[in-house]
Structure formats: structure tokens, C-alpha cells
Nanobody, 112 residues
Framework: VQLQASGGGLVQPGGSLRLSCAVSGRGFKIIAWYRQAPGKQREWVARITAGGDTDYADSVKGRFTISRDIRNNAVYLQMSSLRPEDTATYYC?????????WGRGTLVTVSS
């Protein structure tokens, strides 16, 4: 199983960015996005279940949207109305059975 996040970069406050997670393998129960800001603990951002249900952390609700492309084995995180406090390295995570998989992160910097 491999997870590869991409799409990070520098964006101004109020801007938008779309992150992608390329997923190898199948049968995942949940695929999620987490983030870790400098000096802080990793925190959960959003998740999508095998059935397509989605859920969001309160800090991003209404601004971020998680979606998936089953055909292309990809999960996306559309981020809008970005704030400086959204600056972090973003990671995708997948759960299959009792196994938990992590990919390498992609850095998002929100700054003017």
C-alpha cells in the first residue's frame, strides 16, 4: 500500500488549493486527511468512508471538501477560504482492517 499526497504550495489568505492523494491498493474502510503545523501535534482534518460518507474537523467545516475518484484511486481535499492557521504539512491516511497506512506529506503555506 502506498499513499502519495501532492498539491501543496504557497497561497495567500482567502485563497484555494486542492490536495490529491494517490492511493495504491483497495478495500480501505476510511481514507482521511491529517495535518501537522510546526511545533504542534498532528490533527485530523477530514475523512471519507468506503460508503462515501464524509466528516470534518470543526476548524475546517464549510471551507474544506473531501472527495474521491474511485476509478483513478485518488482522494482529494479542496481547501477554500484558507487562513494562516491552515499552514501545515498535510498527510493522507488509510485504514484497512486493523492496519493504518500513512503517506508522505505535502506542505501548505498560507501567507501574504
Amino acid at each position: 500500500v502506498q499513499l502519495q499526497a501532492s498539491g501543496g504550495g504557497l497561497v495567500q489568505p482567502g485563497g484555494s488549493l486542492r490536495l490529491s492523494c494517490a492511493v495504491s491498493g483497495r478495500g480501505f474502510k476510511i481514507i482521511a486527511w491529517y495535518r501537522q503545523a510546526p511545533g504542534k501535534q498532528r490533527e485530523w482534518v477530514a475523512r471519507i468512508t468506503a460508503g462515501g460518507d464524509t466528516d470534518y474537523a470543526d476548524s475546517v467545516k464549510g471551507r474544506f471538501t473531501i472527495s474521491r475518484d474511485i476509478r483513478n484511486n485518488a482522494v482529494y481535499l479542496q481547501m477554500s477560504s484558507l487562513r494562516p492557521e491552515d499552514t501545515a504539512t498535510y498527510y493522507c491516511n488509510a485504514i484497512r482492517g486493523t492496519a493504518n497506512f500513512w503517506g508522505r506529506g505535502t506542505l501548505v503555506t498560507v501567507s501574504s
